[in-house]
């Protein structure tokens, strides 16, 4: 599994604001979508291309081009959605499937409680959209799902990372598939509530208000 840690100075500020208490909700929502969107720059570096003829109004020559079957986005329901338009505005072509996981907060295990995807996924490359990196509970269940499926490889893009939640996914991966995960920054650690610290918080809450 490859793990890929974007250090770059806009994605550092746009991360600090968003750890921020005193930020609202709003610009929480916008901020998540412009650091998604630099994010997903980053992930997907390796995305499938085919080479395509052309002519300029000068001259013939070759390009490149997406790759069909188009690359399948999965949002991780409820805070994964925050991430979408960030993600799509990149890849207005891909297809866009969605999983509903959350964690038992006594357990912190992942639950499925919703799945809107192909059954086949055979040779896809997919982009799972899930904010938090905590336990690797959400993940985990999410890749293997997608694994299990046929997915020829899975990139989770994460706004933050828990060490924790790395070496669990790393764990249950372990040689099955190509894997990575693109994240802005991996912080210390999780607290006894399966929280990041330092983090953000519950990145559901901030986008979306505790409902
Ligand atoms: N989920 C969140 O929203 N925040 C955390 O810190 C951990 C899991």
Do not use: W
């Amino acid at each position: 599994m490859r793990v890929h840690i974007v250090d770059h100075p806009l994605v550092g500020h746009k991360l600090t604001i968003l750890r921020d208490e005193r930020t609202d909700s709003l610009t929480f929502r916008n901020l998540v979508d412009e650091l998604v969107t630099l994010l997903a720059y980053e992930a997907t570096s390796s995305i499938a291309v085919e080479q395509r003829a052309i002519r300029t109004p000068v001259a013939a020559t070759t390009g490149v081009h997406l790759s069909q079957p188009s690359p399948i986005v999965v949002p991780i329901l409820r805070a994964g959605l925050g991430m979408l338009s960030g993600m799509t505005r990149l890849l207005p072509t891909a297809e866009v499937g969605f999983l509903g996981l959350q964690r038992d907060e006594e357990t912190l295990q992942a639950i499925t409680y919703a799945n809107r995807l192909p059954d086949n996924l055979a040779g896809r490359q997919c982009f799972v959209l899930d904010p938090m990196l905590a336990t690797g509970g959400t993940l985990v269940a999410s890749i293997d799902y997608l694994l299990d499926r046929g997915a020829r490889d899975v990139t989770a893009i994460c706004l933050l990372a828990a060490p924790e939640g790395l070496t669990a996914v790393e764990k249950a991966v372990g040689d099955r598939g190509n894997v990575q995960i693109v994240t802005s920054a991996l912080d210390e650690r999780l607290n006894e509530r399966g929280y990041i610290v330092p983090g953000l918080g519950d990145a559901g809450d901030r986008l979306y208000g505790v409902v």
